[in-house]
């Protein structure tokens, strides 16, 4: 019998799980090297590193090399530093959610959101009735259709807003309209796809029951509440005083605590614990801006970009794509196929409404398409929810592969570098609109 680490953890254990995180670094940062090859961001190439170490590719070598790399007894220790990763990523999502991209585009960007979530939640709860049959029990548990269809018309309304960004700096599109316009509308779609997360989390944890249902809800709004108008205040204050005093490892300290704390305390309400995360974020100051940036967010992007990758090796052993039927495949491309016509559309019909060209709408069509890191955040959530089994999840995986990679090859290139925005003659870009100065500013550690 090995003797016992810390906390009661065996020595192989522990030994087994610092080689799989070991495995994962080097495996998340080979392969999203050559996803940038194929022009594609570094999260595709992470998934794929994923779903390679699972079922699907390596657990088919001879002596399930993916078991014995990853064992069941290492897989909830690799899941809670996966969600640990999750939480501050979430923290920092929140915390660089800037209004003043929105504020330019508002009205546009507001239409071009909500037609794109509108449409894309329609046509993914019309799909549900075709998959809900075959996927209606999960760990022996039957799922109620309200619950599915709600979650699969929320899995269809996602734009990843930090893999998007990536996405326009890479292309040259950051400073351009439809960069700043697709930058906007994400921005609004990933706030709505949080609030439509958070109800279908009291959804699911009320089982039902509508009394349970009013309780959570009731706690949700005291819990925002409590964010804006006393977590706010207190929260500008202590960053304000502290930053003065420079006592930047402490403040680190304190504002990760209280985003764990935030999570813990929506995960006991009843909505799952990144809304917390999130919103805690959201709650932060954003000024002084570049000293927050250099002592706050750049190391707690950090921290994220060595913990995060777990959350995507996490995310591949439970992709088996061994399992799945002839059936699963026709529903994959329904899937596909529903994602994609209600991002298409939906961003494509009010950018014509407002005089863009037939190519500058398809471009905006296909970067709002885009999904990415949040889809797996949020398909995560659901099958810790109980919402989704190992097939379905499987399928949206592959969606969110499918319609993220197709981006770059797809969109449109500039023929030369964008004017510095504020110098164009556009009537509908404002010549006091600011790009931020350093496009890493908004964008998180994994895209």
Known sequence: ???????GVKESTLAMLLLGIGVVLVAGALLG?????????????EITAGILLGPSALGLLPGDLSERLFPAEVRPLLSAVAQVGLVLFMFVVGWEFEKRLVRPHAGLAAGVSMSSIVLSFGLGVA????????????????????AF????GTAMSVTAFPVLARVLTENRLLGTRIGSLS?????????????????????????GDYTQLGRIALLSVGYVALMFLVVRPLAARLVWRWAAAERWPMLLAVLSAGALGSAVLTTWIGIHAIFGAFLFGFVMPREPARVLTEHLRKPMSNVSTVLLPVFFIVTGLGVDLGALTGSDYIGVALIIGVACAGKLIGAIVPARLAGF?????????LLMNTRGLTELIILNAAVSLGVLDGRMFTMLV??????????????SRPTAPPAPVGHGTDPDVPGKQRVPEDAAHLITPRT
């Open 183 to 207: 930058l906007a509308s994400a921005a609004v779609d990933d706030l709505l796809a949080w609030c439509l997360l958070a109800y279908v989390s009291a959804l699911v944890s009320s089982d």
């Open 357 to 365: 060209t037939w190519r500058d709408s398809m471009d905006l069509g």
């Open 398 to 411: 592959i969606m969110a592969l499918v319609t993220t990679a197709m981006v770059g090859p797809l969109l």
């Open 33 to 45: 090297r050559l996803a940038q090859r194929f022009r594609q961001p570094v999260v595709v190439g």
């Open 149 to 152: 269809a709600t979650f699969l």
């Open 127 to 146: 799909l549900a009735p075709v998959l809900y049959d075959e996927h209606a029990t999960v760990a022996g548990k039957e799922i109620s259709f309200v």
């Open 1 to 7: 019998m090995n003797a016992l680490a810390a906390g």
